[in-house]
């Protein structure tokens, strides 16, 4: 890479991750558990990514299951 691409390319990923540094922590969580596609519903609301909302539910799933056969009696 040539020294001043080298520069530019420093310079872009320096105003990048200065202008990261200021976003509150509820608007990057918000950002990252909403749907990548179409983040929002016609409304306005929040539309959460179904890749999340299924591995909640897997993991509800697995810990019933692993609560049943604990705590009952066979």
């Not at 020294?3 to 420093?10: F, L, S, V």
């Not at 990261?20 to 596609?37: C, M, Q, S, T, V």
């Not at 306005?44 to 009696?73: D, E, H, K, W």
């Amino acid at each position: 890479m040539k020294h001043q691409e080298q520069i530019a390319t420093t310079a872009r990923l320096r105003s990048f991750h200065s202008g990261n540094g200021k976003e509150p922590l509820g608007e990057a969580l918000r950002r990252w558990i909403e749907d990548p596609l179409k983040p929002t519903t016609d409304k306005g609301n929040l539309r959460i990514n179904p890749i999340l909302v299924l591995l909640a539910m897997m993991a509800l799933l697995a810990g019933s299951t692993f609560l049943f056969f604990s705590l009952g009696q066979l």
